[in-house]
């Protein structure tokens, strides 16, 4: 504890500062960052009685998924030079970016363990019982693994825990706007059935899927079902990376200004025979129409947009 105090009062005092995550290209540079670390952070063989003797291993972090994927498998010597991707690994495990608590390194035992939130079980383990098939094992709240460069990278773990704090504290603002989405749809749902006779009917829908990120944390999505102009049934779903915002307006319908040909929507029509259309646009629709006079919805909008580093702006407001 006293020598992680030391470390951070040094990482203070050279000018390195936490909290670093603020605008999309700061949380690339930090998710190539931990990319590098983590490949950094593990041999690939060990010859040693106490870790099943000879064990190859290999961390990789996965900006896609936002998972740190740790792969082991007994040492072959026909894997020599291969590509990471090209070895049959035997076991590997997800851990979830956004869940873990923080990563725990042993110097005298050369181990680092990552320590999940609230200790809860969400590191999935993986197995290949036959053939080259994964199967999922079991979830543990606790992964110890096995690295011989905790005191050959500098600082290694505590610049893993600060990338992963960042990215961490970054991700909860974009939840901020996506929870602030939700809470208005919400409401939106209310002024549907509380007041139907004065809620038009061609702009009455039904939520699927609510206001939501993906797991890479870039997308913004949500599905709603509607009725056509003949009347049959269609599902929309709308999409659009969160970088690609440029601000907010309303027309009767508060929009998401995007860039150019970004929002990608998907509709589905639920005929006898079901056809369904891609296009590319720039507005994303919030499906909120129903109150007048509510300018302070899209500032408080812009100041979650900014929040994450994007250049909002709010346009015209017309009921």
Not at 81 to 107: C, H, M, R, V
Request: aromatic residues 10%; charged residues 25%.
């Amino acid at each position: 504890m006293l020598k992680n105090k030391i470390l951070l009062f040094l990482l203070l005092r050279s000018g390195m500062a936490f909290g670093q995550v603020n605008n999309p290209d700061d949380e690339k540079n930090a998710l190539l960052s931990l990319a590098e670390l983590s490949a950094q952070s593990f041999k690939e063989y060990y010859q040693d009685n106490a870790w099943d003797d000879g064990i190859r291993q290999h961390l990789a972090f996965d900006p896609a998924a936002m998972q740190l994927i740790f792969c082991k498998t007994p040492y072959d010597s026909t894997d020599n030079n291969k590509l990471a991707s090209d070895i049959q690994w035997l076991t590997k495990f997800t851990i979830p970016l956004y869940e873990i608590d923080t990563l725990i390194g042993n110097t005298e035992q050369h181990t680092i363990a990552i320590k999940m939130k609230e200790g809860k079980s969400s590191i999935q383990s993986y197995i290949i019982t036959s053939g080259t098939a994964y199967s999922a094992a079991t979830k543990e709240n606790m992964l110890l693994i096995r690295s011989d460069k905790l005191l050959k990278v500098r600082n290694l773990v505590l610049r893993m825990n600060t990338l992963i704090s960042d990215l961490q504290a970054f991700y909860a603002k974009k939840t901020e706007l996506v929870s602030f989405l939700n809470k208005a749809l919400k409401q939106e749902l209310s002024y549907q059935a509380t007041d139907p006779l004065n809620y038009p009917e061609d702009r009455k829908f039904k939520v699927l899927q609510e206001f939501r990120i993906d797991s890479s944390g870039q997308w913004l999505s949500i599905i709603v079902e509607r009725s056509s102009y003949y009347g049959d049934p269609i599902i929309e779903k709308q999409a659009v990376q969160l970088k690609d915002i440029t601000g907010v307006l309303k027309d009767i319908n508060i929009i998401l200004n995007c860039r150019s040909n970004t929002v990608i929507k998907t509709t589905l029509v639920k005929t006898g025979q079901e056809a369904e259309t891609e296009s590319t646009g720039s507005l994303f629709f919030l499906q909120l129409c129903y109150e007048k006079n509510n300018e302070s919805l899209g500032d408080e909008i812009i100041r979650l947009c900014r929040q994450i580093g994007l250049n909002a702006e709010k346009t015209h407001w017309y009921d």
